[in-house]
Structures are given as structure tokens and as C-alpha cells.
């Protein structure tokens, strides 16, 4: 069965910093690459940041870059988002999904599995 689970979301003050993290059945981690991606009331999912199923290679949005970090470690299935000086505008739900492909991309209709979310909200 496919599983994708969130954690690590809150409620933080502007400027403060959060670990979301993924953890996921081996079917959908192992050899899969891993993104994050973001949804506000309204809008579409927006990319955050993607990483191969090797880590050798991390893409971000320009939005995040230089403030996020993805990482995994394949030995516990889990998929990292390190998230410091968050802005306010960084509030969404955030979910991970898993691509069975060994790069990561950034366009949510290329990703086969995904988590229900959780929730991220920047206090200003």
C-alpha cells in the first residue's frame, strides 16, 4: 500500500525555522526521487523544492532558495524540508510526493504518490 506521511508542521513567528518531514513505505521511497510542494485556499500547488533518488541532485522554486533545504535519508525512508527565516508568505499546506523516476521535477502532475499534508503557518 502507498504511504506518505507529513509531520513537522506549526506555527511559527516570521524569521523562525521548521523540519518537515516524510516518511514513506519502502515501495514508494526506494529508488523514487521525493518533492515538496505547497497549497493556499485558491491557488494551485505550487513547487518547493525536489531531490533525486541519490541526493546528488536538489532543485528549489526561487522562492525558497537559499532559505530551504531538502534532504532524505534512504536508510529510514524518510524525506527532509528544513525550513528557515520563514515569511509569512511562506503559511500553506504542505505535501510530499514520491516520482518514479530517479530525478526530481517540478510540475506536481509528474509525481505518482502523495501525502495528505500539513499545515504550515508564519505568524508576522
Known amino acids: 500500500q502507498v504511504q506518505l506521511a507529513e509531520s513537522g508542521g506549526g506555527l511559527v513567528q516570521a524569521g523562525g525555522s521548521l523540519r518537515l518531514s516524510c516518511a514513506a513505505s519502502?515501495?514508494?521511497?526506494?529508488?523514487?526521487?521525493m518533492g515538496w510542494f505547497r497549497q493556499t485556499p485558491g491557488k494551485e500547488r505550487e513547487f518547493v523544492a525536489a531531490?533525486?533518488?541519490?541526493?546528488?541532485?536538489?532543485y528549489y522554486a526561487d522562492s525558497v532558495k537559499g532559505r530551504f533545504t531538502i534532504s532524505r535519508d534512504n536508510a529510514k525512508n524518510t524525506v527532509y524540508l528544513q525550513m528557515n527565516s520563514l515569511k509569512p508568505e511562506d503559511t500553506a499546506v504542505y505535501f510530499c510526493a514520491s516520482r518514479r523516476a530517479r530525478v526530481g521535477a517540478r510540475r506536481d502532475f509528474e509525481y505518482d504518490y502523495w501525502g495528505q499534508g500539513t499545515q504550515v503557518t508564519v505568524s508576522s
Open positions: 519502502e515501495r514508494t521511497f526506494s529508488g523514487y526521487a
Open positions: 531531490i533525486s533518488w541519490s541526493s546528488s541532485s536538489t
